[in-house]
C-alpha cells in the first residue's frame, strides 16, 4: 500500500446530469479498498443525486464540487458558495483546473482567493496545476509548476492545510482530452519535482503527505504503470471516470 493511500477523482466537467449520474452510481463496481478513496466531482446540479446515490447504497464514495465562489453569499449572479455546498454535505472542492483558467478566466491571484476561503470554511481542496504544450517543448514545466504554487506556498492559511485538507493533481494541459498522456517517467519526474519544492518550502513531513495525483488521457490501460511511480498517489480522472465500467476498471487497478 502507498504510504500516503491513494486516492481516484473522478471529474466529471459538464456531463451527467441527476438521471445520469443515479444510473452511474447504480451501475458502479464498488468494493472497499483499505487505504483508497474513491471520489466523484459532478456539476452543481447532480451534487444531491450522487450524495443520495452513494448514501443509499451504503457506500464510501466521497462526492464534491468542481467549482464554487470565495464569498460566502451576496450579489453573484449564478454563483454557489462554500455554505450552501456544505449545507447539501458537500467538503470537498476542487480549485485551478486548466479549464476554469482558460475558459472562464481564473488568474492565479483568482484561485487563491478561493483556496484559502475554501479552507478556511472548512472544506479539502484539491489544487490542480500543469503546464502547456509549448512550455513542455521549451523546457519550463518545473519553472511553470513553481510559479503556479508560488502564492500558494507563500499563504499562510494554505501551507499550514498542505498534506492534511490541501492536495495537488498534476494535469499536464497538454494531457487533458487529448488521448495523449503523460509517460510513467514523465509524470514520476514532474511528481517528484513537485515533492522536492514542497519539501523545500514545508519541510519534510508535511511534503510527503500531500497527496499528487496524475491527471490527463488515464484510461485502464495506463493507470496501473502511473500508480506504480513513487510519488504518483493516484488520478484525477475525465473522460474514463463518465461510465461505471472504466471508471470501475480503474479502482480494480488499485491493490487493496
Ligand atoms: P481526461 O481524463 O479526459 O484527459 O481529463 C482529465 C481532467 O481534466 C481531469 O480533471
Not at 449520474?21 to 444531491?48: E, H, N, V, W
Not at 483546473?97 to 478566466?105: A, D, I, K
Not at 483556496?115 to 470554511?121: K, N, P, Y
Request: charge should be negative; aromatic fraction near 8%.
Amino acid at each position: 500500500m502507498k504510504p500516503r493511500g491513494v486516492l481516484l477523482a473522478g471529474n466529471w466537467k459538464m456531463n451527467h446530469g441527476p438521471k445520469a449520474a443515479q444510473d452511474f452510481f447504480r451501475a458502479l463496481p464498488y468494493s472497499k479498498k483499505p487505504g483508497a478513496t474513491m471520489r466523484i466531482y459532478p456539476s452543481y446540479l447532480s451534487l444531491a443525486t450522487a450524495l443520495d446515490s452513494v448514501s443509499a447504497a451504503g457506500r464510501d464514495i466521497e462526492i464534491g464540487a468542481q467549482n464554487f465562489h470565495a464569498e460566502k453569499s451576496g450579489a453573484f449572479t449564478g454563483e454557489v458558495s462554500g455554505p450552501m455546498l456544505q449545507e447539501i454535505g458537500i467538503h470537498q472542492v476542487l480549485l485551478g483546473h486548466s479549464e476554469r483558467r482558460q475558459y472562464f478566466s481564473e488568474t492565479p491571484a483568482v484561485i487563491l482567493n478561493k483556496t484559502v476561503s475554501a479552507l478556511q470554511q472548512g472544506f479539502e481542496v484539491l489544487l490542480c496545476i500543469g503546464e502547456t504544450l509549448d512550455e513542455r517543448k521549451a523546457g519550463q514545466t518545473v519553472e511553470v509548476l513553481t510559479h503556479q504554487l508560488k502564492s500558494t506556498l507563500a499563504d499562510p492559511t494554505c501551507s499550514a492545510a498542505f498534506g492534511t485538507s490541501l492536495h495537488l493533481a498534476y494535469e499536464p494541459v497538454w494531457a487533458i482530452g487529448t488521448g495523449v498522456t503523460a509517460t510513467p517517467a514523465q509524470a514520476q519526474a514532474t511528481h517528484a519535482s513537485l515533492r522536492s519544492l514542497l519539501t523545500r518550502s514545508l519541510g519534510e513531513i508535511s511534503a510527503d503527505a500531500v497527496q499528487i495525483l496524475y491527471g490527463g488521457s488515464v484510461t485502464p490501460g495506463n493507470f496501473g504503470e502511473l500508480l506504480a511511480c513513487p510519488d504518483i498517489d493516484g488520478g484525477l480522472v475525465g473522460g474514463a471516470s463518465l461510465k461505471p465500467e472504466s471508471f470501475g476498471a480503474l479502482w480494480s487497478l488499485i491493490s487493496s
